[in-house]
């Protein structure tokens, strides 16, 4: 999953890379899109991605939910947990 987001956020951050040489091009240059400000957000893609695996991590593996709450007393009852 990692990888995936990664791999997300390159194809984003080669885009934006794309759209600032294309405008540049036509002599159009906008002072906050520029190669620090698409590494920042390139960044930012991925840390927002980890943290979203992070809490789905998190949520997966505990008994928080009313269905995991209830797997889990069935899991008690047979000795499993």
Request: aromatic fraction near 12%.
């Amino acid at each position: 999953m990692k990888e995936q987001i990664k791999d997300v956020a390159t194809l984003v951050g080669g885009f934006l890379t794309a759209v600032m040489a294309f405008l540049a091009t036509l002599n159009i240059r906008y002072e906050w899109l520029t190669e620090a400000s698409i590494s920042a957000f390139v960044t930012v893609i991925i840390a927002f991605g980890m943290l979203v695996v992070g809490v789905y991590s998190v949520w997966k593996n505990t008994y928080v939910s009313k269905k995991a709450k209830k797997q889990k007393r069935e899991l008690q009852k047979k000795g499993l947990k």
